[in-house]
């Protein structure tokens, strides 16, 4: 079956820095990413939509400048999430599918800002 | 906003057969239903699709009317390990957007 990862599983940062965030689709070729934050006990919410080879598409609410998207090949997306604070702490989680119908996700990544 | 809605949580014994509805009041012709099931600190994890009637794999059956505002998915026989976050969604969309979740418990 379709496998993604992401890495790392999980970071512990400082307030004002920058984590990077890599999903990886395995096994096959995805042009569409999408990226989601939980928080406990919270459904998933989607941020945005990670697009190959041109400019991420952002849900509302979500800083584009904060959290940077960058798709530069059909099996790696990157989210940075810039200068992070305590409130970004989450659990991040990517997918990924061959068709618009089936979305596989990726193991997910606990963020924790001190 | 969510397209789906389904029960806040379930509480089940072991052995039991689990039906868990959801309602798909706003599927699009072209829209899948798709089940996941998430585990604490896990992504989702797929575990059925289907467009129309009854589609069965190894781990569940998924029953879908024919005027697809509902579905429901079945668990046969629940173990402790059965105890998740099950989701259901209307896919192939342009994006997944995910409710709230049905939190299924598991019970000895």
């Known amino acids: 079956g379709a496998v993604v990862s992401q890495h790392p599983s999980r970071v512990i940062c400082k307030s004002g820095t920058s984590v990077k965030i890599e999903c990886r689709s395995l096994?096959?070729?995805?042009?569409?990413m999408f990226w989601y934050r939980q928080f406990p006990k919270q459904s998933l919410m989607l941020m945005a939509t990670?697009?190959?080879?041109?400019?991420?598409?952002?849900e509302q609410g979500v800083e584009k400048d904060k959290f940077l998207i960058n798709h530069a090949s059909l099996t790696l997306s990157t989210l940075t999430v810039t200068s992070a604070h305590p409130e970004d702490s989450s659990f991040y989680i990517c997918?990924?599918?061959?068709?618009?119908?089936?979305?596989?996700f990726g193991p997910g990544t606990r963020l924790t800002v001190l | 906003l969510a397209k789906t809605t389904q029960p806040i949580s379930m509480d089940s014994y072991e052995g039991q057969e689990v039906n868990i509805t959801c309602s798909h009041n706003?599927?699009?012709?072209?829209?899948?239903i798709t089940w996941y099931q998430q585990f604490p600190s896990q992504g989702p994890r797929f575990i059925i699709q289907?467009?129309?009637t009854k589609v069965t794999n190894e781990v569940a059956s998924l029953f879908i009317p024919a005027d697809r505002k509902s579905s429901t998915l079945s668990l046969p026989r629940v173990s402790l390990s059965d105890t998740a976050v099950y989701y259901c969604?209307?896919?192939?969309?342009?994006?997944?957007?995910f409710g709230a979740g049905t939190r299924l418990f598991v019970k000895a």
């Open positions: 997918s990924a599918g061959t068709t618009a119908d089936t979305q596989y």
């Open positions: 096994d096959f070729q995805a042009t569409t």
């Open positions: 990670s697009n190959e080879g041109s400019k991420a598409t952002y």
């Open positions: 706003n599927i699009a012709t072209n829209d899948y």
């Open positions: 289907g467009y129309k």
């Open positions: 969604l209307d896919t192939g969309g342009f994006k997944t957007i």
